[in-house]
């Protein structure tokens, strides 16, 4: 054999075609694109169009600063088969918070933005709201982040399609305040809730239509901030109003048993909007343990067994009255979609690489320390995996981000 034969392959042996590369191995090829030459990966041939998702029902995860590359914080996605989060090559945030250390994404919409914050209560830096894909951002009041307060890493949601004219952003600045900043025809005003939600333990805050902000307490119940428009404000107007989901009976809005026990036992909820449904997604998250409590007088059962890692989601159905108006969701309910729920806006999608009537959670590290691990939880099951399989690491921030959706539907195929 001379030396210019190819090594390991017969001189005059055709070149095998495309298609027969491994899959890992096409998802390799894909982690070293650009985001805009991924979609000509997929375009190759059928072989590599069924290894590479779709990007736009593509989960990606936020990554934490990359001191080798200079970059505050970076997107990242976990190929099907390579197990592992690669980042991707987008835009980076400028700026206080793209200079500053420790920056952290602590919302993102459906529609491509995220909200950072950077630093920490000495040297607050944002918040700012940033799209990863176009470069755009856009400064936000500093009254919605307040670490001074101890709540380090507020969530923010926002309505859709902002511009630096025209957006409304609501931060959950502590777990008794919601700050909210709107801005119209470039003028910009802020204000928060005040004594509106005195007393009220919040967990998460969802942006709903027509100037909706839905928050969930700590107890399951649900309470509607109505924003008022800016040029219906007048003196007999106030800006805000907080309000329950609907005039419903006295407990029209307890939870059947045995879930009026589980909600106290479940430290991770979520709100989530899908299809005009309103749901709550509850977990005991890993390193919360097992526990066992007395069940509700007058059922068979004398236990409830509440186990780590245990989900329970929970539609909001008005006309089950006089029965409750939380039911337990079916996996029907979802239509085929996945939801994926953290700091997000929870985010509705249907298409490849994704199971449909499941959700997509966080587990936070054990002990306060270490990454995020991905979990899928299937609604029909009842079952939760890790996803990927195997510890993917350097996932600091509970987010799901995905790439904008054309013509804005939060329904991707």
Not at 293 to 307: E, K, L, N, T, Y
Request: glycine share 10%.
């Amino acid at each position: 054999m001379s030396g210019d034969d190819d090594v390991g392959m017969p001189a005059g042996a055709p070149i095998p075609p495309w298609a027969d590369l491994e899959p890992s191995l096409v998802s390799t090829i894909a982690d070293c694109c650009a985001l805009k030459d991924y979609a000509s990966c997929r375009a190759v041939c059928a072989a590599w169009r069924s290894a590479l998702p779709p990007p736009l029902s593509r989960p990606l995860a936020v990554l934490p600063a990359d001191d080798a590359a200079s970059l505050p914080v970076s997107l990242a996605a976990c190929p099907l088969y390579v197990r592992r989060w690669s980042r991707l090559l987008l835009h980076r945030p400028g700026g206080t918070v793209g200079a500053a250390a420790r920056c952290r994404c602590v919302g993102a919409s459906r529609d491509g933005w995220v909200a950072l914050v950077a630093g920490d209560a000495a040297a607050p830096a944002g918040p700012m709201l940033f799209n990863p894909f176009t470069g755009e951002e856009i400064p936000l009041d500093e009254s919605l982040y307040q670490p001074a307060h101890g709540q380090l890493a507020p969530k923010i949601v926002f309505a859709p399609n902002p511009t630096r004219r025209d957006f409304t952003a609501a931060s959950l600045i502590r777990p008794d305040m919601v700050a909210v900043q709107r801005a119209a025809d470039g003028c910009s005003y802020s204000e928060d809730t005040g004594p509106l939600l005195d007393g009220v333990i919040l967990v998460d805050i969802a942006y709903g239509d027509n100037g909706k902000v839905y928050c969930l307490a700590w107890d399951g119940e649900v309470h509607v901030l109505h924003l008022t428009r800016r040029h219906r404000v007048f003196r007999q107007m106030p800006p805000m109003e907080v309000g329950p989901l609907l005039k419903l009976p006295i407990g029209a809005d307890a939870f059947p048993p045995p879930y009026d026990v589980i909600s106290e036992y479940t430290d991770g909820k979520n709100l989530v909007l899908c299809e005009g449904g309103l749901y709550q997604v509850w977990r005991r998250s890993s390193g919360s343990g097992s526990v066992t409590v007395d069940a509700p007088p007058g059922g068979a059962a004398r236990w409830i067994h509440i186990f780590e890692g245990d989900v329970f989601v929970l539609r909001y159905d008005p006309g089950n009255w006089p029965g409750s108006c939380w039911v337990v969701a079916d996996a029907k309910d979802l239509r085929g979609n996945a939801v994926f729920v953290g700091m997000n806006d929870a985010a509705v999608v249907r298409g490849e690489g994704v199971s449909a009537n499941s959700v997509y959670h966080w587990d936070g590290p054990r002990g306060g320390d270490g990454d995020y691990e991905a979990v899928v939880y299937n609604v029909a099951t009842r079952a939760s995996v890790r996803w990927p399989v195997v510890s993917t690491g350097g996932v600091s921030c509970p987010v799901w981000y995905f790439l904008p959706a054309a013509g804005g539907s939060q329904r991707v195929g």
